[in-house]
């Protein structure tokens, strides 16, 4: 129960760490995107104004005489700034030439300009060889009063800030994954001090339900037997109602004892001390004995109580809880069946699976809500207290049948349906004994 805890507890820690790093790379990744982007906007931008202030005059004189000759290049191939510069018929008056392996994709792009101008423009371009480019490109048209003298395109190659840009994304989840596991490991050793104070204080209040119940049983049965001994007193003149009242205080000491006795009983199978003594036996034979223990009850409610499955039939497990399983199922289903209605447990090899036992208490009772079937194996729980109480229950027997079936690796389920019955199996793998001889 408490690796469980723990282990739930660290899956939380991991996952609030998770959530704040995922955060954290995409808040700085994107911050650091953007802070870089707008920087190179604006370098580009203040670029292109200075470009085409220093080429106002050239293009002036491209204006005036359009055939003068044109200005030579200038190749600087590892270039990362660029510029072209056009005149009104849109010839190429002057350059500064980008890288060779990026020129013809960036003069392409420039002739089939699609955005608009004085707005610097990150583009991807796709370069010889199936590489990528990144750029920041930027358009901008030279005036001279209202007449337009040419057009000027500067641009800067950032496709090394882009790969820096995905490696420092990489290098950010690489360090954050790193904290995660670190993270995990430390949330699991501070899950584990965390329910240190809690095991402790659960340790304490299980020993005392064990201590409290024991130290009980004496005093009970001291006193059971004094009622007794005062009720059967013939010197004794008690009155009518001494005796009734003598009555009662016998029903509720031996409710008590049965609390205690099925606390104790719980008690010992938390702490792991309620030992099961498995060995080979006929649970058919003690399916009888219990119903033949439980006929007289039956017949109050005149409730036919019936035996069905195999004759006999050897298994491997604690008799005594077996006993006490089968006694707390036909005990229930003769509670909380129907007045001259039927019980019927059967006891029989599993279909299919091999060395499989079931036992199956059926009754033709009120039935349990279907949201309720799954609860009534908890502690203390029942569907109608006032009924449990009057019919002498204390919600802890059907608890005790799932720690016995469990013990024994087993599962206990109900199938039931309002004013139709309730069925209870209970599947025991693996406790079927093949040959007969005890
Ligand atoms: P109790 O001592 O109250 O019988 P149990 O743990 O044995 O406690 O059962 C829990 C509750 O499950 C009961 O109070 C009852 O409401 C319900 N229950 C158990 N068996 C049956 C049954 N055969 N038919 C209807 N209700 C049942």
Redesign the pocket.
Known sequence: MFSKIRNHLTMVYSAVMACFLISFIVASYTGLVWVLYREEQRDIEAFAKEEAHEHVNLLRQRKLSPNSPVEEDEDQSDGKLFHYAFDVNGRQISSSQPAREVRDAITEHIHNWQDGDGEAVLTKLHLAGDKKGYFMLCKIMVYEGEDVLGTVFVGKDITTYYVMLKRILFMLCVVCLFFLIIATFAGHMLAGRTIVPIRNSFLRQREFVADASHELRTPLSVMLTSVDVIRTDDDNKLSSFSQEVLDDMKEEIRRMTKIVSDLLTLARADAGAANIIKEKFDISLVAGKVIRSLLPIAAEKGIKLEFAGADSLIVQADKERMNQLLL?LLD??I???QQEGSVILTVKQAGGSKGTVNLIVQ?D????PQEQQQL?FERF????KV??RE?G???????I?KWIVEAHGGTIRVE?TIGVG?T?IVTLPGVECREKRL
């Open positions: 707390i229930n289903a509670k909380y069946g009754d009772g009120a039935g349990i009534i729980y029942r569907v109608d009924r449990s019919a229950g204390n919600g802890l027997g059907l608890a049948a039931s309730s209870f």
